[in-house]
């Protein structure tokens, strides 16, 4: 698996260990195919500073990720896109 540039902080897996989901100092976070090692998913860097926790919630096909800003994200990949953030 390549991807990130800095330290990984987080990894969470899927129910069905199909898929895992990292967070980084690089402020993205990734989600991965286990079978292929391939980022089936990537976002471009957040501003919410360093990227320190991360859970799949894969019912609803989002995550939620912790940062150094005390924020919580939730994330959801179908969307795209940020469904919440704590300020």
């Known amino acids: 698996f390549i991807g990130h540039v800095a330290s990984i902080c987080a990894c969470d897996f899927s129910n069905s ?3 895992a ?6 402020k993205t976070f ?3 195919d ?5 980022e089936k998913y990537l976002n471009l ?3 919410t500073g ?4 991360s859970n799949l919630c894969p019912l609803s096909h989002s995550a939620i990720m912790g940062s ?4 919580a994200i939730i994330y959801n990949f179908d969307k795209k ?3 919440f953030e704590t300020h």
């Open 21 to 26: 989901l990292t967070c980084s100092d690089d």
């Open 50 to 53: 360093y990227l320190y926790t």
């Open 30 to 32: 990734r989600l991965w």
């Open 68 to 71: 150094s800003k005390c924020e």
């Open 17 to 19: 260990g199909q898929l």
């Open 81 to 83: 896109e940020k469904i």
């Open 45 to 47: 860097p957040i501003q």
């Open 34 to 38: 286990i079978n292929t090692k391939k």
